[in-house]
């Protein structure tokens, strides 16, 4: 079946600094998702990137996804205390009405 | 808008005991609807989804069963639970084709003694 791998499990960044997680899928994917879960929280959708090559930008944060489809990025540019927590990617399959495939996350750590 | 309910928001309940957790969903028509468990500390695992009433889709086999009664409510049952079964359920909904993004329900947290 589908996976969707997700590196770094942790990062510690100094607030400030920037951040990046990466995501890879065992196969190509339809579209991408990113969500964000605040400790205690549940996940909120970020973004959804579909075309090869997409990037998009929401203020600090930079979403790219991979020319094959397999892969995509998250980048904080100078993290803020308000950034803290859990960063998903999730893939969709080609075809079928099926749920998300979401990577392991990446829990962010901000040090003031 | 639309909005996503889940209950109970936590729960202790003894191992062997049966489960019902209840996800209802306002506001829109036809959703898409899911059952997510997060372990402690880790990432989402898929389930159950649902495209229509009566219709369940199981990613995972387990002790763990789904029903969707109505068009906008999705239960998540146990006859009997195990230690295992402990974790953060979270119920999401989303627009009826492949493209969306799902927006999720506050969550159930389970403790299985």
């Known amino acids: 079946g589908q996976q969707v791998m997700q590196i770094p499990q942790y990062q510690h960044v100094q607030e400030g600094e920037d951040f990046t997680t990466y995501c890879n899928s065992s196969?190509?994917?339809?579209?991408i998702q990113w969500y964000k879960q605040r400790p205690g929280g549940h996940p909120v959708f970020l973004i959804q990137l579909v075309k090869s090559g997409e990037v998009k930008k929401q203020k600090r944060l930079t979403f790219q996804f991979g020319e094959a489809k397999k892969n995509s990025s998250l980048h904080i540019t100078a993290t803020q205390t308000t950034d803290v927590g859990t960063y998903f990617c999730?893939?969709?399959?080609?075809?079928?009405?099926?749920?998300?495939?979401f990577g392991k996350g990446t829990h962010l750590i901000i040090q003031p | 808008s639309q909005t996503i309910h889940q209950w109970p928001a936590t729960l202790v309940q003894p191992v062997g005991s049966p489960l019902s957790l209840e996800c209802t969903v306002e506001g829109t028509s036809n959703p898409n609807l899911y059952w997510y468990r997060q372990a402690a500390g880790r990432g989402l695992q898929l389930l159950f989804y649902s495209v229509g009433i009566g219709q369940i889709s199981s990613e995972v086999p387990q002790n763990l069963s789904a029903s969707r009664p109505q068009d906008r409510q999705f239960i998540l049952s146990s006859k009997k639970l195990l230690l295992s079964d402990s974790g953060f359920y979270l119920c999401a909904w989303s627009r009826g084709d492949n493209y969306n993004e799902q927006f999720f329900g506050p969550g159930t947290r389970l403790t299985v003694l």
């Open positions: 196969t190509t994917l339809s579209n």
């Open positions: 999730a893939g969709r399959g080609r075809g079928g009405a099926d749920g998300l495939t």
